[in-house]
T-cell receptor, first 117, second 115 residues
Framework: AQSVTQLDSHVSVSEGTPVLLRCNYS??????LFWYVQHPNKGLQLLLK??????LVKGINGFEAEFKKSETSFHLTKPSAHMSDAAEYFC???????????????FGQGTILTVHP | ETGVTQTPRHLVMGMTNKKSLKCEQH?????MYWYKQSAKKPLELMFV???????ENNSVPSRFSPECPNSSHLFLHLHTLQPEDSALYLC??????????????FGPGTRLTVT
């Protein structure tokens, strides 16, 4: 079975300061990992994905995430927050080959990011 | 139109009504998905279609009936819904289903309110 835990339900930062959204995962097989963003009344947009290539993954809008197998973490970061980054962020795991969760996406509970002027 | 589109964007229906949600993808994908997003709950996968065949029904009540006439179109037929079915219904597509690393692309969703 696979699971994903987003460690913070809400994160609040000031514009121009760094963003850190934390995600831990559990998967019996080598997973793929994704971060999605959802702005109010919109669908989910893919920010970035990890699929066993480079452990540091760069995404859109200046976001990046680092896959750390030893810590089973895939935290999302951005050096400088912008007002337009205010949204809900979802960490997602997709099970690796050989497992019953192969190819299925499991979503975290979401982290709401608030950006203050 | 590009990406994944969903209609209607908002729907209010009574418990005895019958309505349908429509999803269309313009990405050349072969897999399509229905998800339910309720407040305070993780995104719930409802159905998966791969090359027009249903490959997953995640214990969804029969008052929700999916239909996939081709790889580009997906419908969700609704009848005799309950108030707890009020939610945002999201459609997604991917190149194929059952393969790791194939990201899903989501539509904007249909906000459903059951009165």
């Amino acid at each position: 079975a696979q699971s994903v835990t987003q460690l913070d339900s809400h994160v609040s930062v000031s514009e121009g300061t760094p963003v850190l959204l934390r995600c831990n995962y559990s998967s019996s097989y080598s997973p793929s990992l994704f971060w999605y963003v959802q702005h109010p009344n919109k669908g989910l947009q893919l920010l970035l994905k990890y699929t066993s290539a480079a452990t540091l993954v760069k995404g859109i809008n200046g976001f990046e995430a680092e896959f750390k197998k030893s810590e089973t973490s895939f935290h999302l970061t951005k050096p400088s927050a912008h007002m337009s980054d205010a949204a809900e962020y979802f960490c997602v795991v997709s099970g690796g080959a050989g497992g019953t969760s192969y190819g299925k996406l499991t979503f975290g509970q979401g982290t709401i990011l608030t950006v203050h002027p | 139109e590009t990406g994944v589109t969903q209609t209607p964007r908002h729907l209010v229906m009574g418990m005895t009504n019958k309505k349908s949600l429509k999803c269309e993808q313009h990405l050349g994908h072969n897999a399509m998905y229905w998800y339910k997003q309720s407040a305070k709950k993780p995104l719930e996968l409802m159905f998966v279609y791969n090359f027009k065949e249903q490959t997953e029904n995640n214990s969804v009540p029969s008052r929700f009936s999916p239909e996939c006439p081709n790889s580009s179109h997906l419908f969700l037929h609704l009848h005799t819904l309950q108030p707890e079915d009020s939610a945002l219904y999201l459609c997604a597509s991917s190149l194929t289903a059952g393969r790791e690393g194939y990201e899903q692309y989501f539509g904007p969703g249909t906000r459903l309110t059951v009165t």
